[in-house]
């Protein structure tokens, strides 16, 4: 599963946190907004793991698991 397109996306620098982040998925080929790295020595502010596909959302519509419900 990807981010929706309305998800900001990211370039990211030369980091290990940077080559996890969904950010830096394809997005919209048009029309795709993007946002530059923030990167400190705590992590990333910008930061979406892999783990929020996880997350139960309701303005995303993602649903724990592999289906939508």
Do not use: H
């Amino acid at each position: 599963m990807t981010l929706p397109y309305d998800v900001e996306r990211c370039k990211g620098k030369n980091a290990l946190l940077c080559q996890r982040c969904m950010r830096r998925e394809p997005g919209d080929q048009v029309a795709q907004w993007f946002i530059t790295p923030a990167l400190t020595l705590d992590g990333c502010q910008n930061f979406i793991g892999y783990s929020f596909l996880n997350a139960k959302t309701i303005e995303g519509g993602l649903v724990s698991g592999s289906t939508n419900s």
